[in-house]
Nanobody, 121 residues
Framework: QVQLAESGGGLVQAGGSLRLSCVASGHTFSNSAMGWFRRAPGRERVIVAAIGWRNTYYSDSVKGRFTISRDSAKNTVYLQMNSLKPEDTAVYYC????????????????WGLGTQVTVSS
């Protein structure tokens, strides 16, 4: 059974940093894309960043502030979030796909339960 477990969320002041971690179990995703999505209150879930074997993707809203990385040996993906803004407040979800690369949420079959990130002004 595939499971994704996020950690690292919390409350931080604007301008601060957090690092999210996502550990995958039950399957090795080293050859597949993994991503971070977020859902802000009252909004749809959107992609924040994705990482594949050779590609990375960032949404315009986080480009230059967030960094996605992975440790294939640990089957773990990270999201380093710097210069956080109140508009980054959301539940952040880790996801994995069987595809080598995708930024479409519909292509991601495996999801974590999410971790809350709250940025105060």
């Amino acid at each position: 059974q595939v499971q994704l477990a996020e950690s690292g969320g919390g409350l931080v002041q604007a301008g601060g940093s957090l690092r999210l971690s996502c550990v995958a179990s039950g399957h090795t995703f080293s050859n597949s894309a993994m991503g971070w999505f977020r859902r802000a209150p009252g909004r749809e879930r959107v992609i924040v960043a994705a990482i594949g074997w050779r590609n990375t993707y960032y949404s315009d809203s986080v480009k230059g502030r967030f960094t996605i990385s992975r440790d294939s040996a640990k089957n773990t993906v990270y999201l380093q979030m710097n210069s956080l803004k109140p508009e980054d407040t959301a539940v952040y979800y880790c996801a994995a796909t069987g595809f080598e690369w995708s930024v479409r949420s519909n292509d991601y079959a495996y999801w974590g339960l999410g971790t809350q990130v709250t940025v105060s002004s």
